[in-house]
């Protein structure tokens, strides 16, 4: 009897099921045309109350859609749902994060050729999201100045990869102990081109400048 | 806007495995038992994995997902070896290739953290050892 011991040098991606679903995202995306970005951040940065007050001031002139990730409950899309803009919600259960097979199908479910921006809320998460490919254009993060201004350094691999970083509820400045430079130079460690934004969802033009910002890249896409 | 508001609910019903890393475990379990199968190898005895630093991936955690996951399978005697791969940048300023620390990403010669990921993101199975069934 002969063994016949084999090494088979593989080189598999381990991700490559979910990279094979994100480039399917990517080309019905650049298809249609659809502008689309990922929403990443901790749980209660606030990413709801901006996505619907962003929707209230952008959904008149730009065609929205929104991809809301949660493990459990439709709360956030119904939020969403009543700015009139169409919205799916996908329960993530356990998992900690979207997958790109997840997108795949709710696109199937959006009439995608009438919608120039599709906005996807992450289940709220600084670790696995941030390495998870959805076949989205780019990744924006949210940090509220409720957290440490350290975050980013904390956990870098989220802030390198987002193009922006909301500082969101910056109305509550006043009212705590944040270091908005020494937070802006967390960022920058980590990734020196990132886009820094001050939003407040509840002041009035407390969105304008990354309304802004956002209108530009989808007009430069 | 022409669009009337939609509210699709779903839920995926096949079981899934909980945490990232047991994900990332059953995604190698999978892709190991493929190619065993497209080979023909009967007994895996050692899966090389790649993992880079900057990837986002435990190390702990993986190997806890994997001792976890592979009890009374065909892999329960399969040795898992992971290599960290460490991050190596270049600096799109100063045209500077580094390796970094995940602590520490800025550039040692400009200071900045303008850099291109070269090294660091991989999460790869590398190679698998196997046994193919003995000639009669």
């Known amino acids: 009897m002969n063994k016949s011991i084999q090494i088979l040098k593989t080189e598999a991606k381990i991700l490559q099921a979910n990279e094979f679903y994100?480039?399917?995202v990517r080309d019905m995306l650049s298809k249609s045309n659809t502008y689309c970005v990922n929403l990443i951040s901790s749980p209660g940065s606030g990413k709801t109350t901006l996505l619907v007050n962003t929707l209230h001031q952008i959904s008149d002139a730009i065609a929205c859609a929104v991809i809301e990730g949660d493990q459990q409950t439709s709360n956030d899309a119904r939020r969403i749902s009543k700015t009139g803009v169409p919205v799916i919600q996908v329960n993530t259960l356990q998992s900690c994060h979207l997958n790109a097979d997840q997108i795949l199908t709710c696109l199937n479910e959006l009439p995608l050729h009438d919608i120039d921006l599709l906005i996807i809320e992450n289940v709220g998460n600084l670790v696995c999201p941030a390495s998870v490919d959805l076949g989205e254009n780019e990744k924006i993060v949210l940090l509220s100045i409720t957290e440490g201004e350290d975050k980013p350094e904390k956990y870098p691999l989220a802030f390198s990869e987002a193009n922006a970083m909301l500082l969101t509820k910056i109305d509550?400045?006043?009212?705590?102990?944040?270091?908005?430079?020494?937070?802006?130079?967390?960022?920058?460690?980590?990734?020196?081109?990132?886009?820094?934004?001050?939003?407040?969802?509840?002041?009035?033009?407390?969105?304008?400048?990354w309304i802004q910002w956002l209108k530009n890249r989808i007009r430069a896409k | 806007m022409a669009y009337s508001a939609a509210l699709l609910d779903f839920k995926k019903g096949k079981k899934k495995v909980k945490?990232?890393?047991?994900g990332i475990a059953a995604n190698i379990i999978a892709i190991v038992n493929d190619i065993a199968h497209q080979n023909g190898l009967e007994i895996i005895h050692s899966v090389e994995i790649?993992?880079?630093?900057?990837?986002?991936?435990?190390?702990?955690?993986?190997?806890?997902?994997l001792s976890a996951l592979t009890p009374q399978t065909n892999l329960q005697n399969t040795e898992f070896i992971i290599n960290t791969i460490p991050i190596v940048l270049f600096c799109q300023i100063c045209k500077n290739k580094y390796v970094a620390d995940i602590d520490d990403l800025v550039c040692p010669g400009c200071n900045c953290a303008d850099f291109l990921v070269m090294n660091g993101k991989e999460m790869i199975v590398k190679s698998i050892a196997g046994e193919k069934p003995a000639d009669e």
């Open chain 1, 22 to 24: 994100a480039d399917k």
């Open chain 1, 172 to 209: 509550l400045l006043p009212h705590l102990k944040f270091d908005i430079a020494q937070c802006e130079k967390s960022a920058r460690s980590v990734n020196g081109n990132i886009e820094i934004i001050q939003t407040s969802s509840f002041e009035s033009n407390g969105l304008d400048k």
């Open chain 2, 19 to 22: 945490i990232h890393e047991a």
């Open chain 2, 50 to 65: 790649d993992i880079g630093a900057f990837s986002g991936v435990q190390i702990d955690a993986l190997n806890f997902a």
